[in-house]
């Protein structure tokens, strides 16, 4: 009894201490970054007028809709294929990574390193790395999101199959299976949720950053965006914006949906 | 002849642990053998060192009149497919069915290709099928195995292994997940094949009344090393003392042997 209220105690303390450096980190970085709550906040209403102001759509907007939707699925297409492609390479790249097909721990190791390179430089210096070599082009687009998601893709699978293959595989190599059947048998159906589940979440974030980097790389709808906004020509660029947001909303719908008939 | 056979068989994982110290045993065609012993002791290593999921350290094992510890890639994958293995997490492909999953016993015995589309012929499935109907299965032939309750999915685990129509099979801990009266069920069934197809049986136990019962002999490992081996008569409350390095009323179940 004595030592269940002792825990306690200890905890109560840890609770307050977790709490004080959370409100201490806070204030800490909102006086170094001089960024202030309260004017941030008062800064929200001009902000919402202005946007009200500015972006709504007027008529010359609305004639470049055409445009803009064509511009917007080359941009959705770029982000799908360079998913699945990234995500098959993954796939094959995690069987040499993963503990459960006990391939060869040096190669293992190998694996991972080169996933966490590629995933930790984000893709907006990928693609200002290769426009070096590639120019202002859709392929330095297409190469710098294929590298971080291929980079982050490979992790997840190789977590995903440790964590939901060895065991089936254990088996499956007791009965006398080979590599290639153990995969196609054991590891492809057990894992096929959570992989399908993590290349939907990749399309998402990649219609998102592809955005970024289409700005950069003059093309798709971020180089669209760029332009009117440049033109200050808000209104087009209000609308973007707009269907940019019903774009990924209807994404993360049909993806929500593919999850739940695949469980 | 020994089915299998042990000769000083030692394990050391990762330079230091030893989980395996000088092991010896040989096992008869047809026997029915229980290892006990407590957490940690070897068990599950000595079951995956026979067909060699796990490399051992030093000695020699034997299955069959064949050395399986010098074979090369394909030998090994022949001895795997005459010995069945059963597990205490089931280990069966969740999301497929209870068909494909006893099925999958028959992949070592496949060609690449067939294997892996998962192509197999009429009479397999029927043999399949028939195993099943052996195990009080039919009824869940198509349901996929994450709908089916712990018993019935260690049913399939024994269905697996029967389609591989093995000479031996390993058991670790195939009842240590499971109620008392599903616990009956395996163990029936388990001495069941064992004397209708003579198939050896090895298996790991957490409950020694459970494997005095079922055997007719048992291994006793502690620390890596066997300290008894002998029929059940044998086992005496001072030797299972030794084996759980216990002292009197230290167990949760005194145990009845003979004194
Ligand atoms: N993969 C591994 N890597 C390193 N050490 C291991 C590994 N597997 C087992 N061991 C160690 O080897 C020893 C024997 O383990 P083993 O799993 O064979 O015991 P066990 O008798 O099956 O125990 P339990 O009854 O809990 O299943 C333990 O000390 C364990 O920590
Ligand atoms: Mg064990």
Partial sequence: MKKKENILAVRKVTYAVVAAVIALIYFGAAYITEFKMSEGIAAFPGAFLWIAENLMPDEQAISRIPKILSKLLETTLLSVAVTVFAAVCAFLFSLLGTRTTKINPIIGKAVRIVAAFFRNVPDVVWAMLLMFSFGQNILTGFLALFFTTFGLLTRAFIETIDEVSSSCVEALNATGANFIQCVFQGIIPSSLTGIVSWVLYMIETNIRSSTLIGMLTATGIGYLFDMYYKMLQFPSAGLIVLFMVILVIVIEGISNKIRRVIM | ?259
């Fill in chain 2, 1 to 259: 002849m020994a089915i299998l056979k042990f000769e000083n068989v030692s394990k050391v994982y990762d330079n230091t642990t030893k989980a395996l110290n000088d092991i010896s045993f040989s096992l008869e065609e047809g026997e029915f053998v229980s290892i006990i012993g407590p957490s940690g002791a070897g068990k599950s290593t000595i079951l995956r060192c026979c067909n060699r999921l796990i490399d051992i350290t030093e000695g020699k094992i034997w299955f069959d009149g064949k050395d399986v510890t010098a074979m090369n890639k394909k030998e090994l994958r022949a001895v795997r497919t005459k010995t069945g293995m059963i597990f205490q997490h089931y280990n069966l492909v969740e999301r497929l069915s209870v068909m494909e999953n006893v099925l999958h016993g028959k992949l070592g015995q496949k060609s690449t290709l067939a294997g892996m589309a998962g192509i197999y012929s009429e009479e397999e499935k029927l043999e399949a099928f028939n195993i099943l109907r052996g195990l009080d299965l039919a009824d869940q032939t198509y349901k996929r195995c994450d709908e089916l309750s712990g018993g019935q999915k260690q049913r399939v685990g024994i269905a697996r292994a029967i389609m591989q129509q093995p000479k031996l099979i390993l058991c670790d801990e195939p009842i240590a997940s499971l109620d008392p009266k599903s616990s009956k069920v395996i163990m029936d069934h388990l001495s069941n094949i064992n004397k209708r197809d003579n198939i050896t049986c090895l298996v790991n136990l957490h409950q020694v009344d459970v494997a005095m019962k079922y055997s007719k002999r048992i291994i006793g490992v502690t620390g890596g090393r066997i300290v008894f081996d002998g029929p059940p008569e044998k086992l005496d409350i001072k030797t299972v003392h030794k084996i759980y390095q216990s002292n009197d009323s230290d167990l949760i179940t005194d145990v009845k042997v003979g004194a």
